[in-house]
Nanobody
């Protein structure tokens, strides 16, 4: 069983940047796609970004395209989410997750393992 631990969340002003990291232990992530999801208060969890096992293919929800970048480092078994030009609507708890397949998807049901989440708050 893989354990995923997110870090890097915090409070930032609108227009600022944060970099989230997801560290994995217990299993190498190199064969699996990885994803980031977020959940705002009183809203359902939503897809943010995904990256394939190779790191070559990435996908994003429309609201973050051009602002967020997902990446992975096989050597350190980590996945990151660089978030720029943050807006208050990005405020949420962000979760990283391991897909059961090698190519990412936007469906939460396709992900087997989840981290505990990290809070991102963007003030206006």
């Amino acid at each position: 069983q893989v354990q995923l631990v997110e870090s890097g969340g915090g409070l930032v002003q609108a227009g600022g940047s944060l970099r989230l990291s997801c560290a994995a232990s217990g299993r190498t992530l190199s064969s699996y796609a990885m994803g980031w999801f977020r959940q705002a208060p009183e809203k359902e969890r939503e897809f943010v970004a995904a990256i394939s096992w190779s790191g070559i293919s990435a996908s994003y929800t429309d609201s973050v395209k051009g602002r967020f970048t997902i990446s992975r480092d096989t050597a350190t078994n980590t996945v990151s989410l660089q978030m720029n030009s943050l807006v208050p609507e990005d405020t949420a708890v962000y979760y990283c997750a391991q897909n059961r397949a090698s190519y990412g998807s936007s469906r939460a049901a396709d992900y087997d393992n989840w981290g505990q989440g990290t809070q991102v708050t963007v003030s206006s």
